[in-house]
């Protein structure tokens, strides 16, 4: 226990001070007001400490309520997306069907079309003979669309 500061001695009667400072009675009130000074700093600290603590505490608090209220909305927009999912499924599924159906149907008017195509051309001028070698109709339906939708001159 060589060192003066392990000795359990007060500063003061370290051996490396000068006798003639460490006994002035000045010299103890210089010593005595740098431990108060440095008692009160770091009572300062420790009071600035502790309420920037309870701020930091205060600011984890409320970002951590946010994170829980923002994992909440997750969730919720998660199963909004998964019922948008299958009525969009749903909707594409009726879709396809009226195409479907739509389709049907305009098959089964393409031989109606073929009648207002050869009326058309009736109407242009086109001979019974015309319409049997371009519609592909007999000559009875040529005659009787001719008859019935030819101009009269």
Known sequence: MDHPCLSGQPVWNNPFIPKSRSSSPMYTLILDIIQSSVILIMGV????GQRQYRRLERHYQALAASVE???KDQIG???AAVQVDK??????????????KVESVA?????G???YTAIDRIRKGASPQELVADCGMSQSEANLLHNLY???K
């Open 45 to 48: 600290a420790l009071i600035l």
């Open 69 to 71: 209220k923002n994992r």
């Open 77 to 79: 927009l998660c199963s």
């Open 87 to 100: 009525r969009l499924m749903e909707q594409e599924k009726r879709l396809r069907e009226m195409i479907e």
């Open 107 to 111: 098959t089964q008017d393409s031989a």
């Open 113 to 115: 079309s073929a009648y």
């Open 150 to 152: 030819a101009q009269k």
